[in-house]
C-alpha cells in the first residue's frame, strides 16, 4: 500500500527517490537545517511514516498530531533520546533507529579526539593559525603519549567496541564499563577488562563515553565522577552531551582535577557552556561523530529501508524498544 512519508531535512544520497520510486507519496523538506517545531506539526496530519533527525523532538503531541494512520518512526541515527518510545509503543509506532553503519565513523572521531586532547592540538592549531609567535624547541607543546596508558570505556556496545580495537592499535591498556557487559569471548579477543565505573574513573588516563542517553546516564559523569579521575586524564565524549554535567565539567577543568576534554556533543546544542569556549584545554567540535559521506547516505538508505518494510507490511529492520 501507498502511504505518505514525511522527512523532516535534507538527507545525503538518493534514499528519498527510493521512497517516491515505492509510489509513496513524499512530504521532503530538503533542508539543511532542523524543522521547526510549528511547521512539523502543520505538515505531520496523515502522515503514515516519519524519517526523523536526532535533533526533531518526537513526543506525543508530534504523534497526536500525525494521527492514527502513523506506523513507523525512522531516526536517521543511533541515539534516539529524542524519541519517546513509550509514546509510541502506546500508539503501536514502530520506532527504528540506524546501529551498525556508523560504528566506525564515530569511532574514528572519538580517537581523533583522544589525540588531539593528550597531545593538546586544539591549542596548537590555534597558535598557528592566530599568528601567534611559535618556534620548534624540546620543551614547546608537550602532549603525553598514549602507548602504556589506559583507556577506560564508558558504554561497551559497538562504537566503545571499535574504539578499543582502536586504541589497542596505539598500544594502549583498555578498561569497559557498561550496565550490560559485552561477550566475554570479544572481551578477551580485545584483551580488555570489565570493571565498574568507579574503578575505571581512578585508573583510566582517558576517558571516552559511549553510552546511550537514558535517564539512568544522565549526567552519569558529574562533580563525584570527574572527581574520581586521575589530575592528569582527559574525558572524551562522542555520545549525548547530557551524560556529562557541563558545568562541573567546567569547574574540574577549572580547578586541575582532570587535564583536558575533548567533546563532539553538548548538554543544549548547539550551545556550547560559555565556561568551555575560552579554554585552551578542551577541544570541541560540532556533533560530527557520523559526519562522513558514506556513513550519511548509509544513515539514510538504513532509515528508508525500515520506513519500506513496515508500510509494506514487512518486519523492520532495525526496531528498537523492544
Ligand atoms: C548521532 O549522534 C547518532 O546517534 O547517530
Ligand atoms: C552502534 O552501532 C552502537 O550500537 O553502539
Not at 557552556?273 to 538504513?302: K, N
Given at each position: 500500500t501507498v502511504g505518505r512519508v514525511l522527512v523532516?531535512?535534507?538527507?545525503?544520497?538518493?534514499?528519498?527517490?527510493?521512497?517516491r520510486e515505492a509510489g509513496h507519496d513524499v512530504v521532503f523538506r530538503d533542508v539543511d537545517a532542523p524543522m521547526p517545531r510549528g511547521e512539523l506539526?502543520?505538515?505531520?496530519?496523515?502522515?503514515?511514516?516519519?524519517?526523523?533527525?536526532?535533533?526533531?523532538?518526537?513526543?506525543?503531541?508530534?504523534?497526536?498530531?500525525?494521527?492514527?494512520?502513523?506506523?513507523?518512526?525512522?531516526?536517521?541515527?543511533?541515539?534516539?533520546?529524542?524519541?519517546?518510545v513509550a509514546a509510541c509503543r502506546e500508539r503501536a509506532v514502530v520506532v527504528t533507529n540506524t546501529p551498525g553503519v556508523l560504528t566506525d565513523a564515530t569511532a574514528d572521531i572519538a580517537m581523533s579526539l583522544i589525540l588531539m586532547s593528550t597531545r593538546g592540538l586544539g591549542a596548537a592549531e590555534r597558535r598557528v593559525r592566530t599568528g601567534t609567535p611559535w618556534r620548534w624547541s624540546l620543551t614547546a607543546h608537550l602532549g603525553?603519549?598514549?602507548?602504556?596508558?589506559?583507556?577506560?570505556?564508558?558504554?561497551?556496545?559497538?562504537?566503545?567496541?571499535?574504539?578499543?580495537?582502536?586504541?589497542?592499535?596505539?598500544?594502549?591498556?583498555?578498561?569497559?564499563?557498561?550496565?550490560?557487559?559485552?561477550?566475554?569471548?570479544?572481551?578477551?579477543?580485545?584483551?580488555?577488562?570489565?570493571?565498574?565505573?568507579?574503578?575505571?574513573?581512578?585508573?583510566?588516563?582517558?576517558?571516552?563515553?559511549?553510552?546511550?542517553?537514558?535517564?539512568?546516564?544522565?549526567?552519569?559523569?558529574?562533580?563525584?565522577?570527574l572527581r574520581l579521575m586521575r589530575p592528569g586524564a582527559h574525558l572524551v565524549n562522542t555520545s549525548r552531551g547530557p551524560v556529562v554535567d557541563e558545568a562541573a565539567l567546567v569547574a574540574a577543568l577549572a580547578a586541575g582535577e582532570i587535564a583536558g576534554a575533548g567533546l563532539d556533543v553538548f548538554e543544549d546544542e548547539p550551545r556550547v557552556?560559555?565556561?568551555?569556549?575560552?579554554?585552551?584545554?578542551?577541544?570541541?567540535?560540532?556533533?560530527?561523530?557520523?559526519?562522513?559521506?558514506?556513513?550519511?547516505?548509509?544513515?539514510?538508505?538504513?532509515?528508508?529501508?525500515?520506513?519500506?518494510a513496515v508500510l509494506a507490511g514487512a518486519p523492520a529492520l532495525t526496531p528498537v524498544g523492544g
Amino acid at each position: 500500500t501507498v502511504g505518505r512519508v514525511l522527512v523532516t531535512a535534507q538527507v545525503v544520497g538518493d534514499a528519498v527517490a527510493r521512497l517516491r520510486e515505492a509510489g509513496h507519496d513524499v512530504v521532503f523538506r530538503d533542508v539543511d537545517a532542523p524543522m521547526p517545531r510549528g511547521e512539523l506539526l502543520a505538515a505531520l496530519p496523515g502522515v503514515d511514516a516519519l524519517v526523523s533527525m536526532l535533533v526533531d523532538r518526537v513526543d506525543a503531541e508530534v504523534l497526536d498530531a500525525a494521527g492514527p494512520g502513523l506506523r513507523v518512526v525512522a531516526n536517521v541515527a543511533v541515539g534516539y533520546d529524542n524519541l519517546d518510545v513509550a509514546a509510541c509503543r502506546e500508539r503501536a509506532v514502530v520506532v527504528t533507529n540506524t546501529p551498525g553503519v556508523l560504528t566506525d565513523a564515530t569511532a574514528d572521531i572519538a580517537m581523533s579526539l583522544i589525540l588531539m586532547s593528550t597531545r593538546g592540538l586544539g591549542a596548537a592549531e590555534r597558535r598557528v593559525r592566530t599568528g601567534t609567535p611559535w618556534r620548534w624547541s624540546l620543551t614547546a607543546h608537550l602532549g603525553v603519549g598514549l602507548r602504556g596508558k589506559t583507556l577506560g570505556i564508558v558504554g561497551p556496545g559497538a562504537i566503545g567496541l571499535a574504539t578499543t580495537r582502536r586504541a589497542k592499535a596505539f598500544g594502549m591498556e583498555v578498561l569497559l564499563s557498561g550496565r550490560s557487559s559485552p561477550d566475554p569471548a570479544v572481551v578477551g579477543e580485545l584483551d580488555a577488562r570489565v570493571v565498574d565505573l568507579d574503578a575505571l574513573l581512578t585508573a583510566s588516563d582517558v576517558v571516552s563515553l559511549h553510552c546511550p542517553l537514558t535517564p539512568a546516564t544522565r549526567h552519569l559523569i558529574g562533580e563525584r565522577e570527574l572527581r574520581l579521575m586521575r589530575p592528569g586524564a582527559h574525558l572524551v565524549n562522542t555520545s549525548r552531551g547530557p551524560v556529562v554535567d557541563e558545568a562541573a565539567l567546567v569547574a574540574a577543568l577549572a580547578a586541575g582535577e582532570i587535564a583536558g576534554a575533548g567533546l563532539d556533543v553538548f548538554e543544549d546544542e548547539p550551545r556550547v557552556h560559555p565556561g568551555l569556549l575560552g579554554r585552551e584545554d578542551v577541544v570541541l567540535l560540532p556533533h560530527v561523530g557520523s559526519a562522513t559521506v558514506e556513513t550519511r547516505t548509509a544513515m539514510a538508505d538504513l532509515a528508508v529501508a525500515n520506513v519500506l518494510a513496515v508500510l509494506a507490511g514487512a518486519p523492520a529492520l532495525t526496531p528498537v524498544g523492544g
